[in-house]
């Protein structure tokens, strides 16, 4: 985490320091966003079950291009946090590929999820109906790349080698999972707020070495 907080520090202080060296830059509202989503998986094998809300979180800091009056070119560096509530556990098979097999449905548990966690950069265009004011109507479309910083599983429930026993398990030795992912999205809100929805490009898993799964992310952002 302290690694995480440095990162996101130097990229801001690089971000800021390169805005002071080129007027064209803008550091104005909308500078910081702050999002809460829900993941729709998609490519999840029919025999695994999927919980309809996986609550995730997204915040960045952008510096703004003015291009014309209503449009804008923004660029900026944040943290994206995915989650997947399911019903299996995650294993290796004898090829070495990731796979998910269901939970014993003799074993009572009450979490069961993956979670993923990327340092991002975003690029996005912004276009305005009354570029003269920032309280408007606000249409963003951009696309990001991340690195994955962070994955694990983390289970809480009966023991799998002995149900009388209650365990928390957390893993975060998971193979295959794509260091880079690739993403585009868009926004849509007047003044502070805005709905979002985002579309991952390529999978969570690599090719051939795990389930093609990857998420569509709906929610609501915070612009300030």
Known sequence: MKSLILIVFLSSLWLHTWSQDNPNLQLIN???????????????????????????????????????PAIDIALGAGIQVHSMYHNAFISLNKGDSSIFTPIAKELAYTKNKLTLTYLKVPVEIRIRNKPEIEQTYKFFIGAEAGWLISSYTK??????????????????????????????????????????VSYLLNTIYKTDKGPAIKPISIGISLML
């Open 30 to 68: 909308d500078n910081i966003s702050l999002s809460v989503f829900s993941d729709i998986w998609q490519g999840v094998p029919d025999s695994i079950h999927v919980k309809k809300i996986n609550t995730g979180f997204d915040g960045a800091l952008v510096y703004r291009f003015k291009i014309i």
């Open 155 to 196: 289970y809480k429930g009966d023991n799998p080698a002995n149900t009388s026993e209650k365990v928390k398990i957390k893993d975060s030795r998971l193979p295959n999972i794509n260091k880079l992912i690739y993403c585009v999205y868009t926004r849509f809100g007047y003044k502070e707020y805005a709905l979002t």
